[in-house]
Each structure stands twice: as C-alpha cells, then as structure tokens.
C-alpha cells in the first residue's frame, strides 16, 4: 500500500516515491539522507507555529509526566473546550474527537439526527475525510480521475448524498430541499485552494435557514488558520455545526465538532444520538492544542501570516511559472492553467504533469511543497522573508529548468 499510512503522501501525484522524514524544526524538516526542506506541506496544515515549537515541546514535556491518557474528563479539555468557543462564536458545545474525519462524521451523524432529515449535501472536490458517505467524488487523496467513488463505498453509504458544484449557489439552494445538512469546505483547500464566490457562504446561509437544513462548515484546515476565529470570522457567516482538526492538535491527533447548543444535546450521553472515542480529548493533545492555540492568539499573528502568504505569491508569480494562484492569508496553491479555478471541473483542468516537474524540482533543491497540485501550500509563522527568497530563487530555477 505504496509504503504509506495514508495514500497523498506516496507523492505518486508527482509521480516520485515518498520522502521520509526524519526530523522537523521550525520551518524546516529533514529526510532520512539528512538533507533539508523548506517545509510548505505543514504536515497538511497544522505546523502553523512552524514544527517543534518551543512552547508545544515544553508544555507537552511537563504533561508526559502525568501520564498519556486517562479515559476520563480532565481541566485541559474544558480549557481546551472555552478556548474553542471563545474563537468561534458559532460553537456553543465542542465535542473532542481524535481526527477531523471522526469530526466530520459525528457532525454529520447529528445533523441527520437533530433534523430527523437524512439527505446531506457535499460540493464536487470537496473533501471531509476517509468517510463513506462522504468518498462521493472527493477531493484531495480520494480522488482517483474519473472514479467519484471509491470502491468499498457502497450504494448504501452514498444514497443520501447529493453533490454540487462548489461556488453554485443555485445549485445548492436547490438541493437543500428537505436536506438535514450541507458539509463545504468555506475556503476549499482540497481541490487546491479555491476561495468562496462573494455572497456564496451567506447564500448558503440564507438557504439553511429558509429549508431548514443545518450548515456545517469543515473548517478543518481553515480554523485557526485564515483567522483566529477561521473562515467564520473572516467571512463573517456563522455555522449551525463546525469541524475542526489540524492546527488545534498542534501535529498531535485531534479533531472536534461543535456549534448550536440545542442541537450539541441531542449528542449521547446527553441525546440519544451516538458518538464516541477511547483518545478523545486525550490529555497530550490537548496540551499541545492549548499550547498553539495560546501562541496563535497573540496580537499580530494573523497580519504576519498574511504578509508571509503574500511573499509567497508573489515569488511564485516572480518565478515566472504559467500558472494561476489563489490565495486566502497563509494557505495558498499554483494551479498550471491559465484559466481561473473557482470549482472542481476549472480545478481538473489543471496540467497535474506540469505541477508534477515543478515539485519534483523544487525538491531536489530543497523545498517542500504539497505532493499533489489539489492540496494547499501553508505559509507559518517559523519561515522568515529569507526562506521565502531563497524558495523564490529555487522556484526560479525550477522553472527556468
Ligand atoms: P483527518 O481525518 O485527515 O484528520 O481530517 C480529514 C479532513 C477533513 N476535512 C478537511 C477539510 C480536510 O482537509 C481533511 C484532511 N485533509 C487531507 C489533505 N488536505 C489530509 C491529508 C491526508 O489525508 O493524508
């Protein structure tokens, strides 16, 4: 199974093996051959503060102490929990999970179960994790061209989904309907980054409220990461149920969902509606979760992921490569078209070889993008304005080559 535990990181998307790593710090991580990286894959998001930083490794050494994990409630988790809500003002319950895909699927499950409705729309590229349900035409790894579903997906897991266009708002007023929920990504990261049409999350919005279907907002990559308060805050739409993953571990496993109270109770023990997890709420990550989010929560943060993701344009713009970006604060992706890409079909219309040269390239000279040109590149705090010129001068080279 391609020497991997999980299926995007066999870079056969760039038609190379897998890199292995040996170590990461700061903005950097280092193979097993010693040779070091630029890191702008982020471990796929959540190295936001830059790998190993200090603050995580610090507070994590004084919890190991305490032991691993428990089973049972602990103050991290409730601290953990107000810190969550105190960023997004949407979310008025949190339940902890070990994945964003085990968030996704407790947060779909509730929706289906506090509507009493059992339709769930998702848009075409959209990705929400390894979920059956959901493996309908996905994005990022699940995506085999041409195969919208995967096999091992039954019929059955996949009868009360119905796909959308991303950023087609007609589309999905109309398919909301009698629906108990739509799941998008607000800032689609896995069809590469596609960013939300003005007016489409309010669109979205207005539907859920006039059919009475739940918006749920994957901010899975986009929590903590295009704002402190994610694609909510920078958008300014709220959700009914958020998913969040990633930067809250701070790289440990980590996923929660969360939202309107008085749907969060129909959730067991609570409500009848089932959902569970030996590691959920496991002391360690939520340690490092605490930790980064404390670190992310300090003034000045979100202005200097910007200025670092509007560097990293505009190196890649200098590098001359024929390519089309798009851009939301720190997450970013190169698409080689020359055409806009505002859904899945513009984002497949990209030359997946072309993205293919340019990483292969890149990484025989030391940087490290996305194996895959429908991933995002993460911009964090570690790197400086010197990696990023001298990333500009390989991708230069790169394209030169
Ligand atoms: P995890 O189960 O991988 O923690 O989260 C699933 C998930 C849910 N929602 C969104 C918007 C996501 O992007 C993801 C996971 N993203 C992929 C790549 N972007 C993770 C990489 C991988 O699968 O190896």
Redesign the pocket.
């Known amino acids: 199974m391609g020497g991997v535990n999980?299926?995007?990181?066999a870079m056969r998307a760039i038609g190379r093996d897998p890199l292995f790593v040996d170590r990461a710090e700061g903005a950097f991580v280092w193979d097993a051959d010693g040779n070091r990286y630029t890191d702008y894959l982020a471990t796929?998001?959540p190295a936001i503060l830059g790998h190993a930083h200090p603050a995580v490794i610090g507070d994590l050494r004084e919890a190991l102490g305490r032991g691993t994990s428990y089973g049972a409630p602990t103050e991290r988790e409730v601290l953990f929990a107000e810190a969550v809500c105190a960023a997004f003002p949407s979310i008025e319950r949190v339940r902890m999970t070990s994945?964003?895909?085990?968030a996704?699927m407790g947060a779909v499950r509730l929706a289906r179960a506090a509507t009493g409705r059992e339709v769930v729309v998702k848009a075409e590229g959209g990705?929400?994790?390894?979920i059956d349900g959901l493996l309908a035409q996905a994005g990022?790894?699940a995506t085999t061209l041409g195969v919208p579903t995967s096999p091992g997906v039954t019929a059955g897991a996949t009868a009360a989904t119905r796909l959308v266009p991303y950023n087609d708002l007609a589309a999905a007023e109309a398919a909301l309907e009698g629906a108990a929920a739509i799941i998008v990504?607000p800032v689609a990261?896995?069809m590469g980054v596609v960013p939300p049409a003005p007016g489409y999350l309010e669109g979205l919005r207005a539907a859920c409220d006039r059919t009475g279907a739940l918006l749920i907002l994957?901010e899975?990559?986009t929590g903590f990461r295009v704002a402190y308060g994610g694609a909510q805050e920078r958008f300014g739409v709220r959700a009914d149920l958020t998913?969040l993953?990633?930067v809250i571990g701070g790289g440990l496993p980590v996923?929660a969902f969360g939202g309107r109270a008085d749907v969060m109770r129909e959730l067991a023990p609570e409500g009848p509606c089932y959902q569970a997890g030996t590691l959920s709420g496991n002391p360690l990550a939520t340690t490092a979760g605490l930790a980064t989010l404390c670190e992310l929560a300090r003034e000045g943060t979100y202005a200097r992921l910007e200025e670092l993701g509007a560097m990293l344009e505009d190196a890649i713009v200098a590098s001359g490569a024929p390519v089309t970006i798009n851009r939301v604060g720190s997450m970013l992706t190169p698409f080689f078209t020359d055409a806009p890409v505002t859904d899945y079909a513009s984002a497949l219309a990209a030359d997946t070889e072309a993205y293919g040269r340019l990483a292969r390239a890149l990484l025989a000279d030391g940087v490290y993008p996305p194996p895959s040109q429908f991933?995002a590149w993460f911009c964090g705090l570690a790197h400086t304005e010197d990696d990023i010129r001298a990333t500009g001068a390989a991708l230069a080279r790169a394209v030169a080559a």
Not at 99 to 102: T, V
């Open positions: 999980s299926p995007v990181r796929w998001g994945s964003g895909s085990e996704v990705y929400h994790g390894a990022s790894g990504e990261g896995n994957d899975v990559i998913c993953g990633k996923g991933e």
